[in-house]
């Protein structure tokens, strides 16, 4: 018996499948913990900047097989491309049964608008540099990789796990500096052309705020990864929610006790579903 998460949409970028620093055996028992509606892909699922034939393990060939079986169960998926898959730009427009590939997607969520892409525009060393991003995207598998023997390491003397890389970042100035500035660039833009909420992924930060301006507000989101911080974002019950796999594991979408818009019946069904496991009859012996 398989305990499932009903969602309206959920979201997840950045996971880099082929690349030594993906995560996939999470990121399946994830996939495999909800039921949404919708699925956005927000970029940089597929790494085809690192791709190599000689490293593309079972565990990430289960990912792409249990995002197509959930499209096959009605489940529509939707895969916005970014920097990493950016081969995949020009099948933009393609649908294969509930699965389409779109540059950039926006949603009605209950009255209000949400607008979906990668966020790779607005990075200039991709813009103006692009061998200077791939440069720097090697250098990040290397610190991951070496992440792991680490956090191996650390998990043998019972101590805490931690991110390298995310310690490398948070300690340059110029790289806080730089996501400040693609969150309000983002956001701004958002806000001006009338957007409630604003999705991206591709800095590998986790985040939900609201940005106001004097022309208004948005929500600005970011899906995080699933290299370093293992997170997704979900929506449902009107409401958003950062998933964090550490932490919340199979936790329930919390609900507010005084929302009264939602019915009983439905908060009932939208909490958890049960999938029961069809149990092959035993054979019988033939004397």
């Not at 959930?70 to 491309?81: F, L, P, Q, S, W």
């Not at 609201?210 to 507000?217: L, P």
């Not at 019950?237 to 818009?261: C, G, M, Q, T």
């Amino acid at each position: 018996m398989t305990i499932k998460r009903k969602l309206e949409l959920a979201v997840i970028s950045d996971v880099h499948l082929g690349t030594y620093g993906c995560q996939a055996k999470p990121l399946l028992t994830y996939l495999n913990s909800i039921a949404p509606k919708i699925l956005i892909l927000n970029g940089d699922i597929i790494d085809t900047w690192h791709f190599k034939k000689r490293y593309f393990p079972k565990s990430h060939l289960k990912v792409i097989k249990k995002i197509i079986d959930m499209a096959a169960h009605g489940v529509r998926v939707i895969y916005i491309t970014g920097n990493h898959d950016e081969a995949f730009r020009r099948f933009a427009g393609t649908e294969l049964g509930n699965i389409s590939i779109v540059n950039k997607q926006v949603l009605d969520l209950d009255g209000k608008k949400a607008w979906f892409f990668h966020g790779d525009i607005f990075d200039v060393s991709i813009k103006h540099a692009k061998w200077l991003a791939k440069l720097g995207g090697y250098g990040y598998d290397l610190l991951t990789v070496l992440n792991r023997y680490i956090n191996w390491g650390l998990d043998k003397m019972g101590k805490e796990r931690f991110s390298l890389s995310k310690k490398v970042k948070n300690g340059v100035k110029n790289a806080i500096k730089f996501i400040k500035n693609y969150e309000t660039e983002i956001a701004h833009l958002a806000i001006e052309n009338g957007y409630d909420y604003v999705v991206c992924g591709h800095i590998h930060q986790p985040k939900m705020e609201i940005i106001e301006t004097k022309n208004g507000k948005t929500m600005y989101l970011n899906s995080g990864d699933w290299i370093e911080n293992f997170t997704a974002l979900e929506y449902q019950f009107k409401r958003w929610k950062i998933y964090h796999f550490d932490e919340d594991k199979l936790a329930p979408f919390s609900v507010n006790e005084d929302d009264d818009s939602l019915d009983m019946q439905d908060l009932i069904a939208a909490i958890t579903i049960v999938e029961q496991e069809v149990k092959r009859p035993k054979k019988e012996k033939i004397d």
